[in-house]
């Protein structure tokens, strides 16, 4: 396998690319429209993506709900490259941005088949979460850091 950079989308055509690659893999499976893809906190969030050969491969986002607490949003690796350990990369790069930040906590929801995901490393499972608008059980999960 190429080497895998991971970093922050560097331009305004690779924000675009990093969107659509988003939606395909989170919402146009579940009938979404790529509008459905932002939140009032994507614009001051910190983007993370991995890319092999110039080709988007890895997501994710972290954004802060408070001073001390972040939120990880929007986590997904292509189908062809899961179980290499891109995703627990993403993550790794993810929480120590919020470490940097001063964060205290990170929160998530979890899609249900990505619990052992986060639980593997060290999220905590607090409660179901109801708030998604995807149709798709989630797990509002926790990790003090």
């Known amino acids: 396998m190429s080497k895998i950079q991971f970093r922050c989308p560097e331009s305004k055509s690779e924000f675009k690319e990093y969107d659509l690659f988003r939606w395909r893999m989170l919402r146009e499976p579940i009938g979404k429209t790529i509008e459905s893809l932002k939140d009032d906190y ?25 001073e001390t607490k972040a939120q990880i949003r929007y986590m997904a690796v292509d189908e062809k490259y899961r179980g290499k350990g891109i995703g627990s990369k993403i993550l790794a790069v ?22 052992d995901f986060y ?26 850091i």
């Open 119 to 144: 639980a593997a490393s060290k999220y905590k499972t607090l409660k179901k979460y109801f708030g998604s608008d995807t149709g798709i059980p989630h797990t509002t999960m926790s990790k003090d």
């Open 42 to 66: 994507d614009e001051g969030s910190f983007h993370i993506i991995g890319v092999i050969n110039k080709k988007i491969i890895a997501c994710g986002r972290l954004h802060f709900i408070n």
């Open 94 to 115: 993810l929480e120590n941005h919020a470490i940097e930040n001063n964060a205290k906590k990170i929160i998530l929801n979890a899609r249900d088949h990505a619990i």
